[in-house]
T-cell receptor
């Protein structure tokens, strides 16, 4: 069974501080991709970062980095130097290679950046 | 030059009506999807088409019928709308991944359907 778990329904962070959003996953597929998407209050889904299961290094995209711990099956998103515009819902997702482009999403974490 | 565009953005209708949501992508992607996001923000795949061929059809009532006239378009038609169909429907597209699992989804802006 494929499953994504985000255990933090809501998080608060002070502006300019770093924050970690947790994500664990479960799959028996040896090859998969892990993703984070941001959904601001305006509703659109914005791709943030991708990590391949065979990638040796953790992915980084600007202020976003993905802390990938394969043995623990975790793919936490780290946002550095939080900005007010980072306030949004954040979704972790997984796409196992052998599921025909199927994506599995977590339930999301609502992040609020406090000035 | 919107990459994935879906119309309408808002749709308010009565129970029992039939409605359609259109989606077009100009990214040259091979695969298109429909996702449903419920009131608790949970995203669930409904359908996936690859080059006009249906490849994923989750447990969705047969009142929902996708139609893909070409690989750049994937429309969603809903018959006999029910209150529980109220949700945000997202169209998305992706390209054949360059490496395993790397099929990044590009989403449309969403269509908020409200059934009264």
């Amino acid at each position: 069974a494929q499953k994504i778990t985000q255990t933090q329904p809501g998080m608060f962070v002070q502006e300019k501080e770093a924050v970690t959003l947790d994500c664990t996953y479960d799959t028996s597929d040896p090859s998969y991709g892990l993703f984070w998407y941001k959904q601001p209050s305006s509703g659109e889904m914005i791709f943030l970062i991708y990590q391949g299961s065979y990638d040796q290094q953790n992915a980084t995209e600007g202020r976003y980095s993905l802390n990938f711990q394969k043995a623990r099956k975790s793919a936490n998103l780290v946002i550095s130097a939080s900005q007010l515009g980072d306030s949004a819902m954040y979704f972790c997702a997984m796409s196992p290679e052998n599921t025909g482009n199927q994506f599995y999403f977590g339930t999301g974490t609502s992040l609020t950046v406090i000035p | 030059d919107t990459a994935v565009s879906q119309t309408p953005k808002y749709l308010v209708t009565q129970m029992g009506n039939d409605k359609s949501i259109k989606c077009e992508q100009n990214l040259g992607h091979d695969t298109m999807y429909w996702y449903k996001q419920d009131s608790k923000k949970f995203l669930k795949i409904m359908f996936s088409y690859n080059n006009k061929e249906l490849i994923i059809n989750e447990t969705v009532p047969n009142r929902f019928s996708p139609k893909s006239p070409d690989k750049a378009h994937l429309n969603l038609h809903i018959n006999s709308l029910e209150l529980g169909d109220s949700a945000v429907y997202f169209c998305a597209s992706s390209q054949v991944p360059s490496k395993p699992g790397a099929n990044v989804l590009t989403f449309g802006a969403g269509s908020r359907l409200t059934v009264l």
